[in-house]
């Protein structure tokens, strides 16, 4: 029927754009059947999946010490303690902070409702030419933004608190991150026991190039999106922001979305502005603005590069489904599992062929 690959690899992908729209499809319509079942495995397997996360972030630093000629039992011993030294002291001295910060938030935020409600009905006068449906839409969309910021600050604090919970995590991920790369080699012989021996070197070369692809891209994300919090911190600090902390983390992990990320983090910092000063909205939106285009045109392109070879709009699809299905989340991991899923057909494809 086709003459050439060219047209078998569109059929290929035209089936594959089928059964992704069917399979999203049904995801969205389900959602409340499964929702509960994905939350259980979800507290179930997270410990594991963040612990797996953190050895495959540190894998590279210990092969890099190892290959200096340092025993890789000690390799991931120095490693192993700088890295969770490091985080437990940032920890004892952010989390304190933000949460008293995320506390005065939500105490206040009545107030900066107020305040927004007589701005905008200020604004009215302005806009009487307009329907009054639209007036009406609009003070549907406040009332619905207070509900859903508070209902917002309220399970962050529930969530902050519950001690037992975040001791167990905190207990376990540092155990389970020391297993998974002191016993990498005996995990891997495991796992290459239930793979087919036909089947061994193609799986092999398609771990590899997910590796190549994703690992550089989420490793170099997370070094912008850190410096992205810490100047933000530092600017915000000296502006006298409120809340400066806060908003500081929110800015450095919304980063991680391609596009939408910093306008999503830049959007509370503005909001918060807003109610100190008009100058100091004008200071924050510039800050803003001169960070950005640092990040986006001098440690973009050296730290992540061109690793995930996507097209933009390619991107923002898989920004807008993860959106849709799993929210501000799911939009984090739109672009890792897109890029992971192109390049595992792409790879089968050009195996099969």
Not at 312 to 340: C, D, E, K, N, S
């Amino acid at each position: 029927m086709f003459k050439d690959r060219k047209g078998l690899t569109i059929l290929y992908w035209l089936i594959f754009g089928i059964f992704l729209f069917l399979f999203v499809y049904l995801m969205i319509k389900l959602f409340p059947f499964y929702g509960a079942v994905f939350s259980f495995l979800w507290h179930l397997l997270a410990p594991f999946i963040i612990a797996c996360f953190i050895a495959y972030l540190l894998y590279p630093v210990i092969n890099r010490i190892h290959s200096l000629g340092i025993p890789r039992s000690l390799a991931i011993l120095l490693i192993y303690l700088l890295f969770f030294g490091g985080v437990g002291y940032l920890v004892y001295r952010i989390f304190p902070v933000m949460l008293i910060q995320i506390r005065d938030l939500n105490e206040q935020l009545p107030q900066f409702i107020s305040m927004y409600e007589k701005l905008i009905y200020r604004m009215y006068e302005y806009t009487s030419f307009l329907p009054e449906t639209v007036h009406d839409k609009i003070d549907e969309l406040i009332i619905r933004l207070e509900g859903f910021v508070n209902g917002l600050l309220s399970n962050i604090i529930e969530s902050t608190t519950k001690i037992f919970d975040m001791i167990v995590v905190i207990t376990v991920i540092p155990v389970l991150v020391f297993y998974f790369l002191k016993d990498d080699t005996k995990i891997k012989s495991y796992i290459k026991r239930y793979i087919p021996e036909k089947y061994k070197p193609r799986t092999g070369k398609m771990v590899r190039a997910v590796d190549e692809t994703i690992g550089n891209y989420i490793r170099g994300q997370l070094i912008v999106c850190l410096f992205v919090s810490i100047t933000s911190f530092i600017l915000f600090q000296l502006l006298g922001l409120q809340y400066a902390l806060l908003l500081a983390l929110i800015m450095g992990i919304t980063n991680i979305i391609p596009y939408f990320g910093p306008i999503i983090g830049a959007v509370p910092a503005v909001a918060i502005a807003l109610t100190m000063s008009g100058k100091m909205v004008l200071f924050v939106i510039l800050s803003v603005f001169v960070m950005q285009l640092i990040e986006s045109n001098l440690l973009a392109p050296y730290i992540v590069g061109k690793s995930i070879n996507m097209h933009p709009i390619a991107i923002i699809f898989a920004l807008l489904l993860g959106g849709q299905l799993f929210g501000v989340f799911g939009m984090i991991l739109a672009v890792p599992v897109f890029t992971t899923s192109k390049v595992i057909i792409k790879h089968l494809l050009h195996t099969e062929h």
